[in-house]
């Protein structure tokens, strides 16, 4: 096996590293056509907003939802007491499915 110095390996790499950037983008231009939508270079870099920006529409977003379920903008809407049966009803209900499962498994 023949030795290489230093100088020809950094060369060898250079030229294998051009060769990958062509390839690169050759499959780029072919996922384009393939998919109908335009290359990375024409759509241009992703659009970023700013974290002030972000959260004021997290804040208007917020605002909107709320202004749907009917609740105030700062705060929440006051929950409803919850609710309880009274013994009878507990007692009827009770009654109630140990006849269904009675006729069940007669």
């Known amino acids: 096996m023949p030795k290489f110095t230093n100088e020809v390996i950094g060369a060898a790499i250079d030229g294998l590293e051009a060769k990958k950037q062509h390839i690169d983008a050759q499959i780029e231009e072919l996922r384009a056509m393939l998919a109908g939508s335009p290359s990375r270079e024409a759509r241009g870099s992703k659009r970023k907003f700013s974290a002030e920006t972000i959260r004021r529409m997290r804040e208007g977003q917020r605002r909107r939802w709320a202004k749907a379920?009917?609740?105030s903008?700062?705060?929440q809407a006051k929950s409803k007491p919850k609710r309880k049966l009274s013994a009878a009803a507990r007692k009827a209900i009770s009654e109630a499915v140990k006849k269904r499962w009675a006729l069940k498994r007669a």
């Open 73 to 75: 903008a700062t705060g």
């Open 69 to 71: 379920r009917g609740e």
